[in-house]
């Protein structure tokens, strides 16, 4: 039985036992994408070229077994480079890049010939949190049209969460996958620093950055998240050790779970809704035979000054890339090379990006370099021990994934410090370079998704999914969907 909303695994089931064909499912996903146009999830769309790979799947299904991914569809977040596609960023600056190359993660789906069938939107070079610094415009979230998505990868999580594809590619540097994830009801996972390659996408900050996968089950982001780490020489931080086997692990998870709560988490500035939605998680994985215990984080509330430092530091070194010739915008007013520089970066960018390259730009000059950088890069060693002390005493850590629900479109945009605020529990993951899920936990008074947020230690993706798993096993918060009619309704 198939619907809008089904998993990867059921979609994958229903492939092997050719109860649909690729083609089908790619076109249903087509026809559900223009349906839900005023999302605004996709950037570009793929349909020639998808349906052309989900034949070529069929065909080859008559012949040979093939494996579980093949012939299911995904979208791509608009940051990985896809050969001979619109690869933008979200940014006026990409606006007519066509990628000459697929990225390794881009490339290792298609491998295990999943169909891509788009590019989704995202904020402007992936920063942001609410999908609203698009030069393609702001996303909508499926579960309420006047509220944000989330963001930067805004357009993947409102894609999954409308059942506009199974599963999406997404970025998280600070939060990206993990409170998209939470604002539309998905799991978002983002895998450890080194476990996916950064080859092919385009670079915000380096040392943070990390590809991962938006799906509608943690079983899902398993299949995926197998599929699309591992070793790759063409990335120098890409680690060269065995992968997570996340779907070989699944099922193995442990009912005497130890459960880190930080005391940092619960203060003010969460939502108590969203409070009591995470308390009665924690009280249903307490049921299911883990222990709470008390641990503390004692400089979490330096994560996001820290992480405001390094991260526009390293964007904007990564950005002076972006001068008008090698790719890209060049503006066509100008009166010699200096001035061409300048007035390519200042239209081809928008105002966000400007914002953090000047921050990031100041913050590594003479005189300033020790004050700001060299003392942040300090506290994120302090950040990183903090995790390594509390999980001496526990398995996981869980928290909120934000500390509010979806909030309005346009009531944080012009404030970039409340904005910023969103990745208060997700940044610190990033500092330390550890995996990080974000997983529905059921909805607010007013409807809006709360996600739970669960932290690993470093390269335990797999022990992540099995508790995610384990919870969603035993509990349907994941199975919730914004209500509007399913396209496949009419086939069950
Ligand atoms: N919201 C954070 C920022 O604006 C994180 C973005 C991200 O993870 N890509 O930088």
């Not at 050719?18 to 249903?28: A, P, T």
């Not at 223009?34 to 999830?41: D, G, I, K, M």
């Not at 928290?399 to 904005?419: Q, R």
Request: with cysteine.
């Amino acid at each position: 039985m198939l619907s809008g909303y089904s998993q990867i695994w059921q979609i994958s089931e229903l492939l092997r036992r050719k109860e649909i064909s690729s083609v089908e499912l790619c076109q249903e996903y087509f026809q559900r994408i223009e349906q839900r146009r005023e999302l605004n999830a996709f950037i570009t769309l793929d349909e020639e070229n998808a349906l052309k790979a989900a034949e070529k799947v069929d065909c080859s299904r008559h012949k040979s077994t093939l494996g579980p991914l093949a012939g299911i569809p995904l979208a791509h977040k608009d940051i990985f480079c896809t050969e001979g596609i619109l690869t933008s960023c979200g940014s006026k600056m990409l606006r007519n890049f066509i990628a000459p190359y697929d990225a390794t993660i881009v490339e290792k789906l298609k491998n295990a010939q999943m169909i891509m069938l788009g590019k989704t939107n995202m904020d402007e070079f992936a920063m942001g949190s609410s999908s609203e610094h698009s030069f393609y415009d702001p996303v909508h979230n499926p579960w309420d049209l006047s509220k944000v998505p989330g963001g930067s990868s805004g357009g993947s999580a409102a894609a999954v969460a409308a059942g506009l594809a199974p599963a999406a590619t997404a970025t998280d540097t600070g939060g990206s996958i993990r409170q998209p994830a939470a604002f539309c009801g998905v799991t978002g996972i983002k895998p450890s620093y080194g476990r996916a390659s950064r080859y092919g996408m385009v670079a915000f900050a380096s040392s943070l950055d990390q590809a991962g996968i938006i799906s509608r089950s943690a079983k899902d982001a398993a299949m995926v998240m197998d599929a699309m780490c591992g070793y790759d020489p063409k990335d120098s931080t890409s680690l060269n050790i065995p992968s997570p086997r996340c779907v070989e692990n699944l099922e193995n998870s442990s009912d005497r779970l130890k459960i880190g709560v930080p005391k940092e988490y619960f203060t003010t500035g969460l939502d108590p809704s969203v409070s009591d939605i995470i308390m009665r998680a924690l009280s249903e994985f307490e049921s299911l035979g883990a222990r709470l215990i008390d641990v503390s984080l004692p400089n979490s509330s330096a994560a996001i000054p820290c992480y405001y430092v390094i991260a526009p530091a390293e964007a904007s070194s990564n950005l002076s890339r972006f001068d008008g010739v090698r790719y890209g915008y060049r503006s066509d007013s100008h009166a010699d090379l200096q001035d061409m520089y300048k007035t390519t970066r200042t239209e081809g960018f928008g105002a966000e990006v400007r914002r953090r390259i000047m921050i990031g730009t100041y913050v590594l000059s003479h005189g300033y370099y020790d004050a700001f950088y060299l003392k942040a890069l300090k506290v994120r060693r302090l950040i990183s021990d903090d995790f390594k002390q509390a999980f001496g005493q526990c398995d996981v850590i869980m928290g909120p994934s934000s500390p509010t629900t979806a909030f309005e479109i346009g009531s944080k945009v012009n404030d970039p410090v409340l904005m910023y605020l969103n990745d208060i529990y997700t940044a610190a993951v990033n500092l330390a370079g550890l995996p990080g899920i974000s997983i529905p936990a059921g909805l607010d008074d007013a409807g809006l998704p709360v996600g739970l947020h669960v932290v690993a230690p470093y390269l335990q993706e797999a022990l992540l999914l099995q508790t995610a798993h384990r919870y969603q096993t035993n509990t349907d918060y994941h199975l919730l969907t914004p209500g509007i009619a399913s396209w496949l309704d009419g086939k069950q």
